[in-house]
């Protein structure tokens, strides 16, 4: 997909050394899910320069289908804000949200995501759908992809591969 700016879309920046710190953090957390034999998707949540909330996917240990690391992260910003609007907040994630966290997103009012690795099959902020980014809804969000996306594609190339190797 081009990374120009389209007349209905909110512009792409690049990221900076700010957004690479916060990876590394949401990279810790994707850590923290293989760990734990989850697919490891890392997410945290900032206000303020600070974090308010850190969450990986934990699927399999809450046997929920919508435990993405994303809706847990903003359940637990929300929480921690005292409010459903996340409107100053930044969400980093290790990969392009899927649709149910896209739709999260755009509900909360997150103003800016920053993901590490495309998901040619899921993603819907910018790989197969632009849920984040469409003039139809409400509430769209800057989207800036690719940060430290060479670490967070080989985590979960990783753990795949050690999946598949196992009897």
Not at 15 to 30: G, P, Q, S, Y
Not at 57 to 80: G, K, S, V, Y
Not at 118 to 146: F, M, W
Request: charged share 25%.
């Amino acid at each position: 997909m081009d990374r120009h700016n389209v007349e209905t879309r909110v512009p792409l920046r690049a990221w900076n050394e700010e957004d690479v710190a916060f990876m590394r953090k949401a990279l810790a957390e994707a850590e923290a899910a293989a760990e734990e034999g989850e697919v490891p998707v890392g997410a945290i949540i900032v206000w303020g320069g600070e974090v308010v909330a850190a969450a990986h996917n934990q699927r399999e240990l809450l046997r929920d289908p919508t435990a993405h690391a994303e809706m847990i992260a903003i359940t637990q910003a929300a929480a921690a804000l005292g409010d459903w609007r996340l409107e100053n907040c930044t969400l980093y994630v290790t990969l392009e949200p899927c649709p149910m966290c896209a739709g999260a997103i755009v509900q909360a009012r997150i103003p800016r995501v920053v993901y590490g690795a495309r998901d040619p099959k899921a993603g819907a902020c910018e790989s197969l759908y632009q849920i984040t980014s469409d003039p139809r809804l409400n509430h769209r969000a800057e989207v800036v992809g690719g940060v430290l996306e060479e670490n967070c594609r080989k985590i979960l190339q990783e753990f795949f591969r050690r999946r598949r190797n196992q009897p």
